[in-house]
């Protein structure tokens, strides 16, 4: 199962730099996350502000 990114991202884009596979990327409302890409590695929860993303 891959992270997903909740309704309380606040695109901030925190998160993105901090992903090894690049599966981050800026959506329409808020950034999202490629269930393709994602190894559920945790990184980009270790420094969102806001907890947004979550393992699904």
């Known amino acids: 199962?891959?992270?997903v990114i909740n309704?309380?991202?606040i695109s901030?884009?925190?998160c993105a730099p901090e992903c090894p596979t690049e599966?981050?990327?800026e959506g329409d409302s808020k950034y999202v996350?490629?269930?393709?890409?994602?190894?559920?590695c945790g990184a980009?929860?270790?420094?969102?502000p806001v907890?947004?993303?979550n393992p699904s």
């Open 1 to 3: 199962m891959s992270y």
């Open 23 to 25: 599966a981050i990327s």
């Open 12 to 14: 901030c884009g925190a």
């Open 51 to 53: 907890d947004a993303p």
């Open 44 to 48: 980009c929860a270790g420094v969102c």
């Open 7 to 9: 309704d309380d991202c």
């Open 33 to 40: 996350i490629d269930p393709e890409l994602c190894i559920e």
